[in-house]
Nanobody, 118 residues
Framework: QVQLVESGGGTVQAGDSLRLSCVASGRAFTTYYTAWFRQAPGKERQFVASIGYSGDRIYYTDFVKGRFTISRDNANHTVYLQMTSLKPEDAAVYYC???????????WGQGTQVTVSS
């Protein structure tokens, strides 16, 4: 069992940066793939980025490439999403997810709100 708690969301202006954090409980976390998804009001949930359990196998969706960076610190059971050059269309609830299989995530956090004003 893994529990995920996100933090770091907030309200920023376009062009600003934010770093989201996700702290995981459970020893299995260090062997799990992790990812970030987001969902804006009235829109479908979107994949943002993922990272393998050893920090490799990193993938980004096209609309964040070059602006967002996913990383993880297994010693501290934490996954990060560094977001730069934020745009109003990046506004959403961001969810941290984890699971034993790549691209199949069993565990979800409660989400953290990111608001970007123009």
């Amino acid at each position: 069992q893994v529990q995920l708690v996100e933090s770091g969301g907030g309200t920023v202006q376009a062009g600003d940066s934010l770093r989201l954090s996700c702290v995981a409980s459970g020893r299995a976390f260090t062997t799990y793939y992790t990812a970030w998804f987001r969902q804006a009001p009235g829109k479908e949930r979107q994949f943002v980025a993922s990272i393998g359990y050893s920090g490799d196998r990193i993938y980004y969706t096209d609309f964040v490439k070059g602006r967002f960076t996913i990383s993880r610190d297994n010693a501290n059971h934490t996954v990060y999403l560094q977001m730069t050059s934020l745009k109003p269309e990046d506004a959403a609830v961001y969810y941290c997810v984890a699971g034993p299989l790549e691209h199949s995530f069993s565990y979800w956090g409660q989400g953290t709100q990111v608001t970007v004003s123009s």
